[in-house]
């Protein structure tokens, strides 16, 4: 009986911790694609401000060129999907309650966008299992706008596998 009081009030802490929020290193890892367009575009706008307009057509086209080719244009679409991908993790790690005692939440190490289904490696903060983190696998897949998801375990007990498959 004692036990399952202790889980109960267990239970409830976690469902009313609220998440941590992120401090300034973990903030700029997280946006680090956003801020890396940003200080590019900073960066270029006076050069290219510098330039004629018959360059600045030049360059432009040049820059917009390789999206022609439809590799290209689909290596391109992975990686902001893969991006987007973080972003709605994060989102969904916080509505589905997938934290840690503390408020921590998973730490995403790598995106791999695919055809038909994004492999996500996540980095699991102390007091959070891959056991926990399948419970909420089907809210996951939702969230990112998959039909399923899978966890799956590495070689490292604190590093899982997050695959979440679009199409069936």
Request: aromatic share 4%.
């Amino acid at each position: 009986m004692r036990e399952d009081a202790e889980d109960l009030l267990g239970a409830l802490d976690h469902a009313i911790r609220p998440t941590r929020p992120p401090n300034l290193l973990v903030a700029i890892f997280r946006w680090r694609y956003e801020l890396a367009l940003l200080v590019g575009a900073v960066a270029a706008a006076p050069a290219i401000a510098a330039l004629t307009p018959t360059l600045v057509v030049g360059v432009t086209a040049l820059a917009v060129l390789p999206l022609g080719v439809p590799q290209v244009r689909h290596l391109v679409w992975l990686r902001v999907r893969g991006v987007i991908l973080q972003h709605r993790l994060r989102t969904a790690f916080r509505a589905a309650r997938v934290h840690s005692n503390t408020g921590r939440l998973p730490a995403i190490l790598w995106t791999s966008p695919r055809t038909r289904a994004d492999r996500v490696h996540l980095l699991l903060p102390a007091g959070l299992t891959g056991e926990l983190l399948e419970g909420q696998a089907d809210r996951i897949a939702v969230a990112t706008g998959g039909a399923y998801a899978e966890v799956l375990p590495t070689r490292h007990r604190f590093v899982v596998k997050l695959v979440i498959v679009r199409s069936p």
